[in-house]
C-alpha cells in the first residue's frame, strides 16, 4: 500500500517523463495533476494556518546585539507535552531572560535541526558521487567551524537582521 506521498512521488517522475525535463516547477505538477483529476486538498484551518504564520514570524526574526553588533535569534522553539499527550511546540523570546534550561533546550533543539540537515546534505552529495564515478566527488564539508568564524568577523555592514 503506498502513501499520498509515494503517489506524489509517482506522479512527480510522470511528470518529468511527459515533458522530458530533468527539473519541474511544482505548480505545473500541481496544474497537471488537477488537470487530470487529482482531487484538491482542503484548505487547513484558519487557526492552524494563522498559528503556523506565526511560527514562521518567530522563527526568522533576528535582532542585532547592541555591543557586540552581532545578530542573533530572537526567538527559540521548544517542545513540550500537553496534559492530553499531545506534543506542543512553545516559543521563548531570547530577551524576555527565559531560564537558562528552557534557552539550552532551544538551543539544543535548533543544533539538532542544523545537523540533521547536515547530514542529509552530505549524504546526498556522497549519493551523486558514487553515481557519477566518472566526475570528481562533490565535497560537503559539515565542519562548519570556519564558515562560522568567517561569518563572525564579517564586516559589520553584512550584519544585519531579520
Same mark, same amino acid.
Given at each position: 500500500m503506498s502513501t499520498v506521498n509515494e503517489r506524489r512521488r509517482k506522479f512527480? =517522475?510522470?511528470?518529468?517523463?511527459? =515533458?522530458?525535463?530533468?527539473?519541474?516547477n511544482m505548480h505545473e505538477v500541481a496544474g497537471l495533476a488537477k488537470e487530470m483529476g487529482w482531487k484538491m486538498p482542503v484548505p487547513p484551518d484558519p487557526l492552524e494556518m494563522l498559528a503556523k504564520q506565526f511560527s514562521e514570524a518567530a522563527g526568522e526574526e533576528t535582532r542585532l546585539d547592541k555591543v557586540t553588533? =552581532?545578530?542573533?535569534?530572537?526567538?527559540?522553539?521548544?517542545?513540550?507535552?500537553?496534559?492530553?499527550?499531545?506534543?506542543?511546540?512553545?516559543?521563548?523570546?531570547?530577551?524576555?531572560?527565559?531560564?537558562?534550561?528552557?534557552m539550552a533546550k532551544g538551543l539544543h533543539l535548533y543544533r539538532e535541526q542544523m545537523v540533521g540537515e547536515a547530514v542529509i546534505g552530505k549524504n546526498t552529495a556522497d549519493h551523486w558521487s558514487r553515481i557519477n564515478p566518472a566526475q570528481p566527488p562533490l565535497p560537503f564539508e559539515t565542519d562548519l567551524t570556519d564558515d562560522v568564524n568567517w561569518r563572525l568577523n564579517a564586516p559589520l555592514d553584512d550584519r544585519k537582521p531579520a
Open positions: 512527480i =517522475r510522470y511528470f518529468k517523463e511527459l =515533458r522530458a525535463t530533468p527539473e519541474v553588533k =552581532r545578530v542573533y535569534k530572537a526567538s527559540l522553539a521548544i517542545t513540550e507535552r500537553a496534559k492530553d499527550g499531545r506534543q506542543m511546540t512553545l516559543w521563548i523570546d531570547v530577551d524576555d531572560n527565559p531560564p537558562r534550561h528552557r
